[in-house]
């Protein structure tokens, strides 16, 4: 009988899932994918990417081009990043070079990017702030999920409201999903959200939860090979409340069961316990999420 109702389950996720797939590739926005897909790097970008220290996952130098372009053509001034390194360097430049603004990133072991971070507290013009967040179980709109809302909600709503945010973390089996709920009341109209690494099953699960689940949400862009990592841009087109959502609820509930059985999550279960996910410094990339 529960295996019955579990294999019902998962085809209506799936199929729900196999829907959106579809509303994924008919997205477009022109001005997104013109600025999405210039090829050439200058040489400063590819500099900054390439020399960022212990980097082992920042970001490709092709994400570092659509930052620099999203920033320069919005003059977005107030930005927000989930993971910081690479990036922050990425974003603190082109803030810089369009006159300055504020960069505040959300990052879960400051340690692990003190040097990239030091560099960033430098840049000219760029108010920049580092806001410490570390992820813990909570049950939401969409299932239960890891939400930075107890560690870091007040920080971020103090330097709110924000035209872009980039949501490349946390790692491993934590998932995503955290982000949209802590910032959807906190961006101006029509901000733009860019996920990093939407080309893997978590991250496609979790766009689909955010779409269902915040109608004010729409999918600009979306690549999946983008930079070897894939790439998703939605934009928050109106305020509209959160809605309950059952497949996307399912969803959730079925990816935080997958978590529960991953051995990398079993090992370091210890240190979670439904608490602060504090991961150490030597987590090992096989770690991540596939
Ligand atoms: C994909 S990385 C973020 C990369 C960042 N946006 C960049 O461009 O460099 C996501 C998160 O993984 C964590 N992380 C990276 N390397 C780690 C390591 N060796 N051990 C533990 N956590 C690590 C950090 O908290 C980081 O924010």
New binding site residues.
């Given amino acids: 009988m529960f295996a019955i109702l579990k294999k019902k389950l998962h085809t209506l996720v799936d199929n729900a899932i196999l829907l959106d797939n579809i509303i994924l590739k008919n997205s477009e926005d022109e001005l997104i994918v013109k600025l999405a897909t210039q090829e050439r790097c200058p040489e400063n970008l590819k500099q900054i990417v390439n020399n ?1 220290v212990g ?5 490709s130098e092709q994400l570092a081009l659509f930052l620099s372009n999203t920033i320069h053509h919005f003059h977005s001034k107030n930005v927000l ?1 989930f ?6 360097l990425v974003l603190a430049h082109s803030i810089s070079s369009i006159g300055g603004g504020k960069l505040s990133s959300i ?3 400051p340690t ?2 003190a040097e990239n971070w030091k560099i960033v507290q430098e840049i000219e013009n760029v108010d920049s702030q580092m806001i410490v967040g570390k992820p813990k179980w909570s049950f939401g709109i969409s299932g239960i999920y890891f939400s930075f809302k107890e560690s870091c909600l007040s920080d971020v709503a103090s330097r709110a409201p924000y035209d872009l945010v980039l949501i ?4 491993f089996f934590f998932g995503r999903d955290g982000g949209v709920p802590l910032i959807y009341d906190y961006l101006v109209p029509n901000a733009l959200i860019i996920l ?1 690494d939407a080309g893997r099953q978590f991250e496609k699960n979790t766009l689909f939860r955010w779409l269902r689940s915040y109608p004010g949400l729409s999918l600009v862009y979306y690549a999946p090979e983008f930079g070897g990592k894939g790439l998703a841009v939605l934009r928050c087109h109106h305020k509209q409340s959160p809605q309950f959502s059952f497949s996307a609820f399912i969803s959730g509930i079925r990816d935080s069961y997958s978590i529960f059985k991953n051995s990398e999550f079993k090992k370091l279960r210890t240190q979670i316990s439904f608490g602060c996910g504090s ?5 090992s990339p096989s770690a991540r999420k596939n």
């Fill in positions: 960022c980097n082992v996952w920042g970001i990043e993971g910081a390194g690479s990036s922050s990052e879960q072991h692990w990017c490349d973390s946390p790692q990093d991961l150490t410094e030597t987590a």
